[in-house]
């Protein structure tokens, strides 16, 4: 193939949103997005799509600040949270109708396209795709495919290839499927007609809450099955908002809420190094930002009744919760259905046991006990590594690594740089140096992401990773990343001297694995950060026509709408 300017790998949220801004500010650039599945979406995509997956971001909240998401008049609603299907739509319209030099972004979109493999000679990367496993044997002469260009960027997400867990699953694999095959499950009424009844669920989190949910409604009989040496059921969130805000989601997305979270990217400033120090650094402060964090769990755990819900089923309040919504020691999610504790403790069976193995349609517990089920279905979660580079490779552009790949000087300055950054962070918030008891899921043999601002490599300018960390608005998010990459490549970005760099990125790791004890240990971790981490990004470029006035700014939610003068203000101030 020709070379050309961009390759982005992936076409969800975040190849997307990077796709149109450097095209609205490049319409004649050669971009091309290489896509291994057959539609594009990415988790959601009309493949992955079910009956009750719904999007946990209001309306408000979702969607990309040049066209609002809207659903249809009759669409349900819930607290404004709406079925995700509508998302689908809305990315598939927004490919085909944004058009540059005579292109949609849909027709730049090469389906059935898996980087298997990545190199670099010189300033130039060759991604070399072939056919995703699942079509190789209907065609199995079809040769690779190689893509040149001179700037790569790296959007697969986190949601693209699932973390399978260590069961002896026999000859019985074809009866299995992770959550990133349900959706064509749901969608078939085959399986729902030809007799299959039990069906049993692996996971503890939302994928798992949502797969469990749905089988209830459809009246299947269903076993829901939570490790007991994983971290425990998930904390699920009530919806509802109050005052101005139409959910439980858009309250905890404005500048005045975030600030009772501790974040490595609130401003440097006088006022709020006293606001820091008043809610973390004292000893009234550290008692009420304690307090706060029992009030949350326990009104999570009111309102689904574990241990008091009428006609619930014995198991039901196996579902209690030990984990932290603050210190996010388990999985958390959005609570999206009414009914959803009713259908649950009425009609689902639930076990906290490991499972041993899975033959001939019996589970096998650890403690002996035998469970019938026609299907598994796996919530298990996600592998986030980038699995298209060689371990070199990730050792050279700062992803998650082998420590001994790194040679003793390197490792002992990054050593000695996280030990200073640890310091650093618990001295600005002293009440994250006594996380509760938790799971630690990182290998102590792999390094911590050492991306600046989890983007940019410190040792190559022509690559970028999108949507490598865990945050809580992926739209926003996105779309942030998007102009920051756009700047960055533009060489409209000043940054810091190299040695503040990678303070920097020690700072965010150190902060990571503090603030999230569990999952925030390979430094990729920053699910409430969404406010001050957008607003890093685009104090970087210089913009700041997302910003409300005083007040608005305080207590107004982080809306797709702020961002719709990017582009003018991006292009008025680089010249372009």
Request: glycine share 8%.
């Amino acid at each position: 193939m020709p070379e050309v300017d961009i390759v982005v790998i992936g076409s969800g949220l975040s190849g997307l949103a990077f796709a149109r801004f450097y095209l609205d500010t490049h319409p004649e650039a050669k971009l091309v997005i290489i896509e291994e599945d057959r539609c594009l979406g990415g988790v959601w995509s009309q493949r992955r799509s079910y009956d009750n997956f719904w999007c946990q971001s209001g309306r408000r909240m979702s969607g990309f600040s040049d066209v609002p998401l809207t659903v249809p008049e009759d669409a349900p609603l819930y607290h404004d949270t709406f079925e995700a299907k509508y998302v689908t739509n809305y990315l598939e319209e927004y490919a085909h109708n944004h058009i540059y030099n005579g292109k949609t972004i849909f027709s730049r979109i090469y389906f059935h396209c898996k980087a298997v493999k990545i190199n670099k000679s010189y300033d130039k990367w060759e991604v070399i795709a072939e056919l995703p496993n699942y079509l190789k044997e209907k065609h199995p002469s079809q040769p690779p495919i190689s893509y040149t260009c001179r700037k790569l960027v790296v959007a697969t997400g986190r949601t693209s290839y699932p973390r399978m867990p260590s069961i002896d699953w026999g000859s019985s694999m074809r009866f299995v499927r992770h959550h990133k095959a349900f959706g064509e499950l749901s969608q078939q009424p085959l399986p729902w007609a030809s007799g299959v009844l039990f069906f049993a669920v692996l996971g503890s989190g939302k994928s798992a809450a949502d797969m469990v949910y749905e089988l209830a409604k459809k009246g299947q009989n269903v076993k829901w099955i939570i490790r007991a040496s994983g971290e425990g059921p998930a904390l699920l969130f009530p919806a509802p908002g109050h005052g101005r805000y139409k959910n439980s989601v858009e309250s905890s997305a404005t500048r005045l809420k975030a600030l009772f979270s501790p974040s490595p990217f609130i401003p440097n400033t006088w006022w709020f190094s006293m606001i820091r120090t008043l809610l973390y650094g004292t000893r009234i402060g550290i008692n009420y930002m304690i307090q706060r964090i029992r009030n949350v769990d326990q009104y999570c755990r009111n309102i689904a009744g574990y241990g008091s819900r009428p006609g619930s089923l014995e198991g039901f309040k196996l579902l209690d919760f030990s984990s932290s919504a603050f210190w996010c020691t388990g999985p958390l999610g959005l609570l999206q259905h009414d009914d959803f504790w009713e259908t649950i403790s009425q009609n689902v069976q639930v076990y906290r046991n490991d499972v041993v193995s899975y033959k001939d349609n019996i589970i096998t517990l650890d403690n002996g006990k035998q469970l019938i089920a026609d299907e598994v279905l796996l919530g298990t979660g996600w592998d986030p590594q980038q699995q298209c580079f060689s371990d070199e490779q990730a050792r050279y552009l700062g992803l998650p690594h082998f420590k001994p790949m790194d040679n003793i000087e390197v490792r002992s300055l990054w050593e000695q740089l996280y030990e200073e950054a640890d310091r650093r962070v618990i001295a600005k918030f002293p009440l994250l140096e006594n996380p509760p008891p938790h799971i630690n899921r990182a290998s102590p043999g792999t390094t911590v992401q050492r991306l600046y601002k989890g983007i940019a490599p410190l040792g190559d300018d022509s690559i970028a990773f999108l949507g490598a960390i865990d945050i809580s608005n992926s739209f926003r998010a996105a779309e942030t990343q998007a102009i920051w990459t756009t700047a960055y490549f533009d060489g409209n970005i000043k940054l810091p001297p190299l040695e503040q760099m990678v303070k920097e990125v020690a700072y965010m790791g150190a902060f990571s694995k503090r603030r999230y004890p569990t999952h925030g240990q390979t430094g990729e971790c920053f699910f409430f950060e969404l406010v001050w981490y957008t607003d890093a990004l685009l104090h970087e470029v210089g913009l700041r026509s997302h910003r409300k006035g005083w007040w608005a700014d305080w207590v107004e939610p982080c809306l797709a709408s702020d961002l719709k003068g990017m582009k003018d203000e991006y292009k008025q101030k680089f010249g372009l």
